[in-house]
């Protein structure tokens, strides 16, 4: 469920509060607004707390958006205008199809919110990263079902798009015998589809690292994302500079190492800015890596990558003011690959020399993982099956074509094109499996369902199955309560495996698809 509310403006940044992550509640009375699909079902009154950081929610949404009637920018005087809701789409350029008739049954019938959008603490951002016209934007709208622009002009995206995905993963309610009702997610054929969230960002060009192009925009969100999906044209069709050209004209593997190298060069500048700092400081010998992992806290780094990078380079025991250009090369090569776990779409599939590039991509990056791809495909299919024209379920092996009579002869074509050069070939799109191998393999996350009455697997309301939520697999049941709720966290006692009745002990590891219940002293009396 979403919310919007009513009745605030953005925290001033020289008070000490959280600057653009926070928001201060201008009348404590504010309005809350029940939303499903994009509409507002209802309008209740509540109090919300006076300050308040981004995510920490009473109401438990599935995603925070807000409309807010009076808000301040960070740092300065003047109110922002209302935020009203807004029924106009992004255009999108037929031109840019390399299959026009492809993209015909794929025109959006979808509209647009302009809601402020706040990060839910539990939701996973994966970043779509690349070139210039390897389809990026298109991959995004197929993965999410947008319509942001998509045009093959340079830097079409100017700044981030951002909108929900969804992975996909075997529901418990099958091997429970349960009817769900979920409430964060959605449960299909027996599959949970959990949402995270989607970054499609702006092209990327030699010299990004230094500012060419739209480049510090770029890298500066990539430090937001958990994951990043590297997307290359496998079908050669753009150059080095990522402008259109003949199919099989460009090089993908170049493509990929340019990014890389961009990448690696950004979290250079900021690994050489904190060894600045740190060769002034006395560091204790062995506390390295919390000292650097404070310093490269802004840009997404943690403790345990900071580490595990060290440990990589053979740095571990060696103080920062001995540290030479290459060592910090070689770390700034390592902590970006730890913190920054990427898998490469070989997008455009369908196209001609995509199988032999796909090959070579494969060979070349055989340690990390390349998944095939034909984002219009993907994007086709769905727009299909929200007009009601075909049966898909996003990630599945096959569609089913409801009514002939319906369809025009565009649309029989561009279906019968994804059959005969996506679906038969590949036996899927890739765009969903691409998502569920970023969360699932990269991130090694556990899908895990908290319910409150261990006998009858639901809520305090009576929802069976309520939610299923994402969690690494170092989680503890005591980490999952102070994800849910920190009051959660102080009044727990232990935790119930609901399957079996067991107590678990505080030191579990949660694995996947585990249905826990968590016992607070407020319970046990």
Request: proline fraction near 5%; include cysteine.
């Amino acid at each position: 469920m979403e919310y919007a509310c009513r009745g605030g403006r953005r925290a001033n940044s020289s008070r000490g509060d959280e600057g653009s992550d926070s928001y201060r509640v201008t009348n404590h009375n504010v309005l809350i607004g029940w939303l499903a699909n994009g509409k507002i079902l209802a309008w209740q009154r509540a109090k919300l707390p006076r300050y308040r950081r981004e995510g920490a929610v009473e109401v438990r949404p599935f995603t925070a958006k807000r409309e807010c009637s009076s808000l301040r920018r960070k740092g300065s005087g003047q109110a922002g205008k209302r935020n009203p809701l807004t029924t106009e789409s992004p255009r999108v350029d037929e031109k840019s199809s390399r299959n026009p008739r492809l993209r015909r049954i794929a025109e959006p019938n979808t509209t647009s919110s302009s809601y402020l959008t706040f990060r839910d603490p539990w939701l996973i951002r994966i970043g779509i990263i690349g070139k210039t016209n390897t389809g990026k934007t298109t991959f995004f709208n197929a993965a999410t079902s947008s319509t942001a622009e998509v045009s093959t002009y340079p830097f079409t995206t100017k700044k981030p798009n951002t909108a929900l995905g969804q992975v996909q993963t075997l529901c418990v309610c099958r091997e429970l015998g349960l009817k769900d009702r979920p409430r964060n997610s959605k449960c299909v054929g027996g599959w949970r589809f959990i949402p995270v969230e989607v970054l499609d960002l702006p092209g990327l060009i030699k010299g990004a690292w230094k500012g060419k192009g739209l480049g510090t925009q770029f890298l500066n969100v990539v430090a937001q994302a958990d994951a990043l999906l590297h997307v290359v044209d496998a079908s050669g069709s753009i150059d080095l500079d990522g402008k259109i050209a003949h199919a099989g004209m460009g090089n993908p593997i170049l493509d990929v190492y340019d990014i890389e190298e961009e990448l690696v060069l950004w979290f250079k500048v900021s690994v050489d800015r904190s060894l600045q700092r740190l060769r002034k400081r006395p560091l204790k010998t062995g506390a390295y890596d919390k000292a650097f992992a404070k310093e490269l806290a802004g840009i997404g780094v943690r403790l345990e990558h900071v580490t595990r990078a060290l440990e990589a380079a053979n740095l571990s025991a060696k103080h920062p003011k001995d540290w030479k250009d290459e060592d910090s090369r070689k770390f700034s090569e390592n902590i970006r690959v730890v913190s920054k776990p990427t898998l490469i779409i070989a997008n455009k599939m369908d196209l001609a020399y995509s199988e032999k590039n796909f090959e070579k991509l494969r060979e070349e990056f055989n340690s990390q993982l390349v998944i095939p791809a034909s984002s219009e495909a993907e994007l086709a299919l769905k727009r299909a099956q929200e007009k009601g024209l075909i049966e898909y379920v996003p990630g599945e092996e096959t569609f089913k074509v409801l009514d002939e009579s319906r369809i025009s002869k565009d649309q029989a074509w561009a279906l019968a094109y994804v059959q005969q050069k996506v679906m038969t070939k590949l036996m899927r799109t890739g765009v969903e499996f691409a998502l569920n191998s970023a969360v699932f393999k990269l991130l090694g996350m556990n899908a895990v369902y908290p319910v409150e009455d261990p006998k009858a697997f639901s809520d305090k309301k009576g929802n069976v199955l309520p939610d299923a939520f994402l969690v690494p697999r170092e989680y503890t049941p005591k980490d999952l309560a102070k994800e849910i709720h920190s009051e959660l966290a102080e009044k727990m006692l232990y935790a119930i495996d609901t399957r079996d009745g067991l107590r678990l002990p505080n030191d579990y590891l949660l694995r996947d698809r585990d249905v826990i219940s968590i016992v607070t002293t407020t319970r046990k009396k």
